[in-house]
């Protein structure tokens, strides 16, 4: 299979806004893609997914600024380019940045101006055409015929929707079966929806709900099997090695077997957290762990249990699960949880949690099953929305629906002190269709003439209200700060650029206190 085939099939799928033709288009695909094997599907259903096998092979931005001229005729396959993302990613050592960049030149020189396109937003991350895990479950299931609640019970198990769907593409009638709950797989994790407040959230679960304190912390999914522990990440990474403290709790468990749904996190000595960033650095591939661990040690704090001792229980209640951790979880060990149809008593616990530093609380219906991989409504984030007034500094082309628009918005905070701005990051998110169509005549009118293929450059006038989960620290922009899962609320034609929030405003919310 060629690589144009896959670059075809990504903008074709991001043209258009039908699920349905989504999953058609996909499941074509991958019916052409089982011709060449097992691996061959693995490479497309992670591609489109928006993911490299690899997961990391050293290249971003920085690095694909400057490309060679197009290629005139696809030659590349599927399985070529697999082979030299491994290549890339294996360079290490003493001149690894210019053989790093030799390589990425000549696999860029062999694919076609479509290629190159599609292949700059794998490897940086911005590969949006709407192939989520959905989509790509359904499309599986539609190139096999198989159940699509199979094809999604498989890939929740196996924490790996590309092994699964090699299995149902080229395997037979019971390829599925292999994929069941096991000690030592990563199982995707149950993931939440969000509701504006304890009493939305009460509304939503129709009743009671468990409430639970919502960590600043990073996700892990921690495995233990007698004195064997994993530990995996969100994205089901494997980094036991960078995470002793947590081994060492889960070996302290009253247990032989069990997976556990929790937080590391990094606290300060009066027990309040510290910001996400310091937790972050521990998971870094370069971190010296046992100095790291000696300034800042990690805690563990388990909020969920998906086996005990052989007994599976995905499909046990809420409360029922909590019954199950108390069992073999120390308390000290265990987020705080209050179950309560009350919005006043739930409203006083969000308080309390919020004065001990946390982001704020998880609302769970009690009855509920744990949804692997899925983000389902039983499952509800309550935490402050936070706010701020920026300038947009630069707009980015848009790709697939988006085609013909300016996207992605630069934003800069004010620099009293310097007169400019001070970048802080970019955004696509919460832009409606109308937004667009209006910000891509606004910022063609402001384009001050500095652009490339991809940036507009734009007068520093228009002010933009953006939502944000959090700062943290980054090296990536001047400021040495980046905000975290930013969003357009609105934009402001009723404030001047001399009226958007300042560099220092931002500081003070990434240092509080």
């Known amino acids: 299979m060629l690589l144009m085939d896959v670059a075809g099939a990504s903008i074709d799928v991001g043209a258009v806004s039908s699920r349905l033709a989504k999953v058609a288009r996909i499941a074509e695909l991958l019916t052409v893609a089982r011709q060449d094997g097992a691996d061959t599907v693995e490479i497309v259903v992670s591609w489109l997914s928006g993911e490299l096998p690899q997961r990391q092979i050293g290249v971003g931005w920085a690095a694909l600024k400057s490309l060679p001229p197009p290629a005139d005729q696809p030659t590349l396959s599927v399985a070529d380019v697999h082979a030299r993302f491994t290549e890339i990613g294996a360079v290490a050592g003493r001149g690894s940045q210019a053989r790093r960049a030799d390589l990425l030149a000549a696999l860029f020189g062999a694919a076609t101006a479509s290629e190159q396109t599609f292949l700059r937003r794998l490897l940086t991350g911005e590969l949006r055409q709407g192939a989520l895990l959905g989509v790509m479950t359904d499309a599986v299931a539609k190139a096999t015929a198989l159940r699509a609640a199979d094809v999604r019970r498989a890939a929740m198990l196996a924490g790996d929707l590309p092994a699964v769907a090699a299995a149902a593409l080229t395997g037979d009638e019971d390829a599925l079966a292999q994929f069941t709950v096991q000690v030592g797989r990563p199982v995707g994790p149950m993931l939440a929806q969000t509701a504006t407040g304890v009493t939305d ?225 970019k955004t696509f998110k919460g832009m409606t269709d109308a937004m667009l169509e209006w910000q891509t005549a606004r910022f063609l009118e402001l384009a001050d003439g500095s652009t490339d293929t991809y940036t507009v450059k734009v007068r520093p006038e228009q002010v933009v209200e953006i939502a944000f989960d959090g700062i943290q620290t980054s090296t990536r922009y001047p400021g040495g700060m980046a905000l975290r899962f930013a969003r357009v609320v609105r934009y402001r034609d009723d404030k001047s650029p001399a009226e958007a929030d300042t560099i220092d405003t931002v500081r003070a919310l990434h240092e509080p206190g």
């Open 201 to 425: 959230a009460l509304e939503k679960l129709r009743g009671t709900a468990v409430f639970e304190a919502k960590l600043d912390g990073a996700r892990v999914q921690i495995h233990r099997s007698d004195t064997e522990v994993s530990v995996y990440t969100r994205s089901l990474d494997d980094v036991t090695a960078r995470l002793p403290e947590v081994v060492e709790a889960a070996l302290a468990w009253p247990v032989d077997a069990v997976i556990a749904d929790a937080e590391a996190i990094a606290l300060r000595p009066d027990g309040r957290p510290h910001r996400f960033q310091v937790t972050a650095s521990r998971f870094g591939r370069s971190v010296d762990i046992a100095a790291a661990r000696a300034v800042q040690p990690l805690s563990v704090f388990v909020f969920d249990v998906l086996h005990v001792d052989g007994v599976d229980l995905l499909g046990r209640s809420t409360v029922d699960r909590a019954a199950a951790l108390a069992a073999v979880i120390p308390a000290a060990q265990r987020v705080n949880r209050l179950v309560t149809a009350d919005a006043g008593e739930a409203q006083r616990f969000l308080e309390a949690t919020l004065a001990a530093g946390h982001e704020g609380v998880m609302a769970k219906a009690a009855e509920a099953p744990y949804e692997a991989g899925r983000r389902g409504a039983a499952w509800l984030k309550v935490k402050p929305v936070h706010t701020l007034d920026l300038v947009v500094l630069a707009v980015e082309w848009g790709s697939g629906r988006r085609s013909g628009k300016l996207s992605n918005i630069h934003l800069g905070a004010r620099d009293p002190s310097g007169g400019g701005f001070v970048m802080l990051g």
